[in-house]
């Protein structure tokens, strides 16, 4: 049978890896989190002290640097010059600098060509910013998962609050409108919607219900 690829994409907080993974789960799919290896790439800038800015010195790095993605036990690691970061890259930190880095061409290029091996090889679900629209433009089936910026910020809000860490939602709220805004406005492949994606907005849906409403759509493909 042909690989089938479902492609996620959707702005920060709107739940997707969390649905990804589950449905790679319950499909026997991969799961590639593609945001993971934006912050692994992002990691490796700061660790070299290489500022957003800096558009050659990014350029020159990204001859150096080697992200990779392997499976233990179905959990995606994260290698970063054959290091696993997975344990270094989930800060707010990190994904905001990810968020920067992001918008540089050079480091797309790399790590957009990684995904589409990665999708030629398996049946994957994977989730991003850019994945219906540039990634796999051809996805067998493609949601853009959105909720409102107040309920996102809710949520990372909860889950940094389950983990223990004391969080202010109006600095949270804050971060995740800057978020949104480089991502959508950056000039290559930024977030927006692919004209043949499906549009779900999760602000009053639960998880289960998205992931319910995501498989009925795999099954009438
Ligand atoms: O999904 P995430 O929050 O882990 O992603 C971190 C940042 O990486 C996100 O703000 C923008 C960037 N990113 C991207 O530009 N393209 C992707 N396909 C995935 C993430």
Known sequence: M???NLAIDGPAGAGKSTIAKRIAKQLGFIYVDTGAMYRAM?????RNQ???SESDRIEEACKDVNVTIEYKDSEQLVILNGENVNAFIRTEEVGNMASAFSVNKAVRIKLVELQQELARRESVVMDGRDIGTIVLPKADLKIYLTASVKERSKRRWSELMEKGVIADIDAIEK???ERDHRDM??????LKQAVDAVYLDSSD??????????ISLIQSK
């Open 2 to 4: 042909k690989n089938f």
């Open 42 to 46: 992002a990691l490796y800038f700061l």
């Open 50 to 52: 290489i500022d957003a």
């Open 175 to 177: 971060d995740i409108t």
């Open 185 to 190: 406005t950056r000039e290559f492949a930024p």
């Open 205 to 214: 849906m639960t998880i289960d219900q998205v992931i319910e409403k995501i």
